[in-house]
């Protein structure tokens, strides 16, 4: 946590903390344990880094992953087919970071130069949320 560059070390730890402690000891679950979890870490990188959607951080592709995860979810849907909706919501919040400009994090000491780069933080959330989603489909 404290030897990543960036905001990312301490955010994602605060998530990864935040997730852990839903899940305590626990070593299966199930979609909607799994939106509890993910919703945890959203609302730990929330209060921490005080970003919200559209501040060009990871918050513009964890919020859209964890909202499309309990959509589906609650819908019925399989974990595969609800975790595979959510990475792709992920991507898409990743990539709709492009014509932003920061407001949050380290980049948005860049200001207007920010606008037309893709948010790194929303990036490391797609690619775990992609491994995720492979994980999760991988198994038996």
């Given at each position: ?49 005080t ?25 019925g ?32 000491y ?13 990036t ?17």
């Open positions: 946590m404290s030897t990543v560059g960036g905001a990312s070390g301490p955010l994602w730890g605060s998530a990864l903390r935040s997730a852990g402690r839903v899940l305590g000891d626990q070593t299966t679950f199930d979609g909607a344990q799994l939106a509890e979890v993910l919703a945890a870490a959203l609302a730990s990188v929330k209060d921490l880094g970003a919200s959607l559209g501040d060009k951080t990871m918050v513009d592709a964890l919020e859209p992953a964890v909202e499309t995860l309990k959509s589906h979810i609650a819908d849907e399989s974990l595969a087919q609800a975790i595979d909706a959510a990475a792709a919501a992920a991507e898409a919040g990743m990539r709709a970071t492009i014509p932003l400009q920061a407001r949050k994090g380290r980049a948005s860049l200001g207007e130069r920010s606008i037309g780069h893709q948010d790194p933080g929303a490391s959330t797609a690619l775990i949320m992609r491994a995720l989603q492979r994980a999760i489909t991988s198994q038996p």
